[in-house]
């Protein structure tokens, strides 16, 4: 990759213009000329916005925004030095007028798979036989690479290299090698009458296994919000598909071969477990990860998520250090990158709950849901914002889209227990109770959701069977009190009463039970 500073243009390998933001742009040409130099944040905020009063946010942003753009390869040559500035690695032209990326030490590794997958969108097949829809094939790929480049665990390969690449032969192994890409979506475009129909296809690149395939319709009234469709629809077959395929690589590595990106998948199914010894497995797997890569904005929101539900559930004994350490981790996710969907839902979420910063958490969640309406999680998220802020009929409208958008996802009682939650504090305790039932079902050890049980079981009068919910409680938490509950954060003091109160109709005792 080279930079030339007097033409300001970045090319590719093969020699085709790089794309940026203006401001990410400036910032990229004053990093390499200055190559091989640590800038401080401070001038690089100076240099970058004159006469502008910008944040490190900003900031955060630009460099997430380049590094995207130097992709697999590159990406490393941009360094973070912690609390110094960053450093753009690169040889200067004889004549100090341009900069070559070599690839970084441990770089090519990565491409090759030690760190985040990549996936080339292959323009798909048009056997429309109408030469005047053709377009709808090459739309359909072009929304689907800006959608799926939205999901920040993976990269996705740029249009360019994409749609060049030579694809008659169907060879996946070879087309995966030329892009440097792990899996490649490729798939075909037909019509029948007004009906399109889109077959597609995820495969892993170096083996040729198909990994995912999917088939999607509509019709021609309106092609364009057909297009938008499909690619929301391909995007969120994808991802739990892609996720599980590399979670599977992740398993059958040597421990002794493991870096920041295995670390993190492997806490995943742990995590999703919800156990107490699921959830303390997946919290050393994530602190390993952040040891092995400080900066992975990933492991920090996991981390933060699963800190604070330890908590939450009575699993650790630190509880108000617990709370401090989820959000502190969610915020500096968002500090790293400040348009990362699981940062800023992460950071939402703990700053509610943890931090009763009702004003912060509301703006994060605005953030997350204006730049990723289409992700499960962000809608999860920010659905517990608007639960503990008491907006509950609009908490409910987000766990509904979640639960469309992913109607097959592995922690689908996380968007029932938001529901329960919406509910309990809606005082529908006829609700809340089938709904908590029905999260005890999939997840039996879930205490969250019998504690919601017993109080809405307490609360509707049947204070017979919140009592043997409540045994249940004690046997999943044996040392679990009233004065303990009230140590939980539940929005506004209102609330609290609520809960408090249904935890007391039935029987929790005030102190644990062994004093």
Same mark, same amino acid.
């Given at each position: 990759?080279?930079?030339?500073?007097?033409?300001?243009?970045?090319?590719?390998?093969?020699?085709?213009?790089?794309?940026?933001?203006?401001?990410?742009?400036?910032?990229?040409?004053?990093?390499?000329?200055?190559? +091989?130099?640590?800038?401080?944040?401070?001038?690089?905020?100076?240099?970058?916005?004159?006469?502008?009063?910008?944040?490190?946010?900003?900031?955060?942003?630009?460099?997430?925004?380049?590094?995207?753009?130097?992709?697999?390869?590159?990406?490393?040559?941009?360094?973070?030095?912690?609390?110094?500035?960053?450093? /753009?690695?690169?040889?200067?032209?004889?004549?100090?007028?341009?900069?070559?990326?070599?690839?970084?030490?441990?770089?090519?590794?990565?491409?090759?798979?030690?760190?985040?997958? $990549?996936?080339?969108?292959?323009p798909f097949a048009d056997m429309t036989g109408d030469?005047?829809?053709?377009?709808?094939?090459?739309?359909?790929?072009?929304?689907?690479?800006?959608?799926?480049?939205?999901?920040?665990?993976?990269?996705?390969?740029?249009?360019?290299?994409?749609?060049?690449?030579?694809?008659?032969?169907?060879?996946?192994?070879?087309?995966?090698?030329?892009?440097?890409?792990?899996?490649?979506?490729?798939?075909?475009?037909?019509?029948?009458?007004?009906?399109?129909?889109?077959?597609?296809?995820?495969?892993?690149?170096?083996?040729?296994?198909?990994?995912?395939?999917?088939?999607?319709?509509?019709?021609?009234?309106?092609?364009?919000?057909?297009?938008?469709? @499909?690619?929301?629809?391909?995007?969120?077959?994808?991802?739990?598909?892609?996720?599980?395929?590399?979670?599977?690589?992740?398993?059958?590595?040597?421990?002794?071969?493991?870096?920041?990106?295995?670390?993190?998948?492997? $806490?995943?199914?742990?995590?999703?477990?919800?156990?107490?010894?699921?959830?303390?497995?997946?919290?050393?797997?994530?602190?390993?990860?952040?040891?092995?890569?400080?900066?992975?904005?990933?492991?920090?929101?996991?981390?933060?998520?699963?800190?604070?539900?330890?908590?939450?559930?009575?699993?650790?004994?630190?509880?108000?250090?617990?709370?401090?350490?989820?959000?502190?981790?969610?915020?500096?996710?968002?500090?790293?990158?400040?348009?990362?969907?699981?940062?800023?839902?992460?950071?939402?979420?703990?700053?509610?709950?943890? +931090?009763?910063?009702?004003?912060?958490?509301?703006?994060?969640?605005?953030?997350? /849901?204006?730049?990723?309406?289409?992700?499960?999680?962000?809608?999860?998220?920010?659905?517990?914002?608007?639960?503990?802020?008491?907006?509950?009929?609009?908490?409910?409208?987000?766990?509904?889209?979640?639960?469309?958008?992913?109607?097959?996802?592995?922690?689908?009682?996380?968007?029932?227990?938001?529901?329960?939650?919406?509910?309990?504090?809606?005082?529908?305790?006829?609700?809340?109770?089938?709904?908590?039932?029905? @999260?005890?079902?999939?997840?039996?050890?879930?205490?969250?959701?019998?504690?919601?049980?017993?109080?809405?079981?307490?609360?509707?009068?049947?204070?017979?069977?919140?009592?043997?919910?409540?045994?249940?409680?004690?046997?999943?938490?044996?040392?679990?009190?009233?004065?303990?509950?009230?140590?939980?954060?539940?929005?506004?003091?209102?609330?609290?009463?609520?809960?408090?109160?249904?935890?007391?109709?039935a029987g929790l005792p005030e102190h644990e039970a062994? /004093?």
């Amino acid at each position: 990759m080279m930079i030339l500073i007097d033409q300001r243009e970045v090319r590719d390998d093969d020699g085709r213009p790089v794309e940026l933001r203006r401001r990410s742009f400036n910032l990229l040409m004053l990093l390499a000329d200055n190559a +091989g130099q640590v800038i401080s944040k401070e001038a690089l905020i100076d240099g970058n916005w004159p006469n502008v009063t910008a944040s490190d946010e900003s900031l955060a942003r630009c460099i997430s925004d380049i590094r995207g753009a130097l992709g697999v390869k590159y990406r490393h040559n941009l360094r973070t030095f912690p609390g110094r500035g960053y450093l /753009l690695e690169g040889t200067k032209t004889e004549a100090g007028n341009g900069v070559r990326l070599r690839c970084a030490e441990g770089a090519a590794e990565s491409a090759r798979g030690a760190e985040k997958p $990549s996936l080339a969108v292959l323009p798909f097949a048009d056997m429309t036989g109408d030469a005047d829809q053709a377009y709808l094939a090459l739309g359909i790929a072009d929304d689907l690479i800006v959608t799926l480049s939205r999901i920040r665990w993976f990269y996705v390969i740029g249009r360019n290299s994409s749609f060049a690449v030579r694809k008659e032969d169907g060879d996946f192994r070879r087309i995966g090698r030329e892009l440097g890409a792990h899996y490649v979506l490729a798939g075909t475009l037909r019509r029948d009458g007004r009906r399109l129909r889109l077959t597609a296809r995820l495969v892993e690149a170096e083996t040729c296994r198909q990994v995912w395939a999917g088939r999607f319709e509509g019709d021609l009234d309106d092609v364009f919000a057909l297009q938008d469709r @499909i690619a929301r629809d391909v995007t969120l077959a994808i991802e739990p598909s892609l996720q599980t395929a590399e979670v599977e690589k992740a398993r059958k590595k040597r421990t002794d071969d493991l870096g920041a990106y295995d670390l993190y998948l492997r $806490s995943l199914p742990l995590f999703h477990s919800y156990t107490r010894e699921g959830f303390a497995e997946a919290e050393t797997l994530l602190r390993m990860a952040l040891m092995h890569d400080p900066n992975y904005v990933d492991a920090h929101a996991a981390l933060a998520d699963c800190v604070g539900r330890m908590a939450l559930n009575g699993w650790r004994d630190d509880i108000e250090k617990a709370y401090a350490e989820s959000c502190s981790l969610a915020e500096r996710a968002v500090l790293a990158d400040p348009e990362h969907p699981a940062a800023l839902a992460t950071a939402a979420w703990a700053s509610a709950m943890f +931090g009763e910063k009702f004003e912060r958490a509301s703006d994060l969640a605005e953030r997350a /849901l204006a730049l990723h309406p289409d992700t499960p999680a962000i809608r999860s998220y920010c659905g517990w914002v608007f639960v503990y802020t008491g907006q509950c009929q609009r908490a409910i409208e987000q766990f509904e889209a979640a639960r469309r958008l992913s109607p097959l996802d592995p922690r689908s009682y996380f968007f029932l227990l938001g529901l329960a939650g919406a509910r309990f504090f809606l005082k529908d305790f006829e609700a809340t109770i089938t709904l908590a039932r029905r @999260i005890i079902v999939e997840s039996p050890s879930h205490i969250i959701a019998h504690r919601f049980l017993a109080a809405a079981l307490a609360l509707s009068g049947r204070k017979e069977d919140a009592r043997i919910v409540l045994s249940r409680i004690l046997e999943l938490q044996p040392d679990y009190s009233l004065e303990h509950a009230r140590r939980s954060r539940m929005g506004h003091d209102w609330m609290m009463t609520l809960w408090i109160e249904g935890l007391a109709q039935a029987g929790l005792p005030e102190h644990e039970a062994h /004093l």
